[in-house]
């Protein structure tokens, strides 16, 4: 079978490029490892769309997104920002939107290797499972794919390592890992009435009624360098054996669009290291997010107003990773690009979302504010092969510039840019 573009990944840069591509007349194939579309998203539980500036460019995946989901009843616009999704709807519109723009979308599949001749990927083979298919009884199949044009958008990078691409050396630590929640039987009305009145930094808790409804909210780190309204909970639930002190690292908890009796958390966020390319070690951290998650829950039942009677309904099915492989790309980018907002002739996104690089360790975090800057379109570009395209957390950027980089807004523009200048390439 022949494309013009095959994407591996159906995450938030995958679903991206892929309607762009499909919009934009080019014959599309999308992989996607799991059984749905939308990646941390969906399957991680990474709900809001943090907002990053109004200057955004190549937004119009983004812009679609917002209206089908408040279609659907599943967005709100909080505090000016219209990113505000329920997760579980979300897989279901994801599919639908890509369906409609005639993308070719397999689940369940997983490259297994490539054939290439000196800078060109010149197809690949994919594992996939025909559950429908009786003739092969459930059996995995593998396919054989050839295309002009790649894009990996699998976060990870697991097909730029398995045709061993060159990656940027990561000079700093790995930033920890979360496993995110959902609590669901929350009276919203009774904790947003009180979180308002107990937390009066405006900085860390807001709270809005949109029609009757409340939204809020509310953060709390260890981090010293702040004075966090929460910390006098924190501090109690510690020291009678509630919290073991690192699950108090990080918390951060949002509501959740169409669902007024649950919210979503932001944490736990998990100091261990792990080995991500280990499938026993990532569930080690599944499991340790697990018992975590149980901590945090009687935490909140005993400590937040509205509580009370609150359960633990869903944990993502997929690690929050925030970064780990990077592509040594065209071009690479740095926190000085970013900071001194350099100008590119084909940018590929415009935003000011802060640097924010997560810490295992108390008082290291960052998370500082910027003007706006730009990416170029070289930096998501291989530097190996030249029909090769990164888009997402894995593009070619420095450790603290891929901190500010790695949020999902970004990632849909890199998406959608990838698709128009692969357009203009064919």
Not at 186 to 209: H, L, M, P, S
Not at 227 to 239: T, Y
């Amino acid at each position: 079978m022949d494309y013009d573009v095959v994407i591996i990944g159906g995450g938030t840069a995958g679903c991206a490029c892929a309607y762009n591509c499909a919009k934009l007349g080019l014959k599309t194939l999308l992989l996607e490892k799991e059984s749905y579309l939308g990646g941390t998203m969906t399957g991680g539980l990474v709900v809001p769309v943090m907002k990053s500036g109004n200057n955004q460019i190549n937004t119009d995946f983004y812009n679609v997104l917002i209206n089908e989901m408040a279609k659907a009843g599943a967005q709100i616009t909080y505090q000016d920002n219209p990113g505000w999704f329920n997760p579980i709807i979300l897989k279901d519109v994801l599919y639908k939107i890509l369906k409609k723009a005639k993308v070719d979308m397999k689940f369940n599949s997983c490259i297994n290797h490539a054939e290439v001749n000196n800078s060109k990927i010149l197809s690949v083979y994919f594992d996939t499972i025909h559950t429908n298919n009786i003739k092969s009884n459930g059996k995995i199949l593998s396919v054989c794919i050839d295309a002009k044009y790649f894009v990996d958008s699998t976060g990870n990078l697991e097909f730029s390592k398995k045709i061993n691409c060159k990656f940027l050396k990561n000079n700093k630590e790995i930033p920890p890992i979360s496993l995110r929640f959902i609590m669901s039987n929350v009276n919203n009305k009774k904790f947003a009435k009180w979180i308002e009145g107990f937390d009066t930094d405006r900085e860390v808790t807001t709270v809005e009624y949109i029609g009757s409804e409340p939204y809020f909210s509310t953060a709390y780190t260890w981090d010293s360098g702040k004075k966090w309204a929460l910390s006098p909970l924190f501090d109690d639930a510690v020291s009678n054996n509630i919290l073991e002190d690192t699950d108090r690292n990080y918390f951060q908890i949002f509501s959740i669009a169409g669902s007024p009796n649950s919210v979503a958390f932001n944490c736990p966020r998990l100091l261990d290291s792990y080995d991500l390319d280990d499938e026993i070690d990532i569930n080690r951290a599944k499991t340790d997010g697990a018992k975590a998650i149980a901590r945090i829950a009687k935490f909140c039942n005993l400590y937040l107003k509205g509580f009370e009677n609150a359960y633990v309904s869903d944990i993502a099915d997929i690690l929050g990773i925030r970064a780990y492989r990077r592509i040594k790309g065209k071009y690479i980018y740095t926190i000085d690009d970013l900071r001194s907002g350099k100008k590119f002739d084909n940018p590929v996104l415009i935003s000011d979302y802060p640097v924010d690089v997560h810490s295992k360790k108390k008082n290291f975090s960052t998370l500082e504010k910027t003007a706006e800057y730009q990416l170029p379109i070289e930096s998501l570009m291989s530097s190996d092969y030249d029909n090769l395209f990164v888009a997402g957390r894995g593009l070619s950027a420095d450790e603290m510039a891929q901190g500010a980089l790695r949020v999902q807004a970004s990632c849909f523009s890199m998406g959608e840019a990838v698709a128009k200048y692969i357009r203009n390439l064919i």
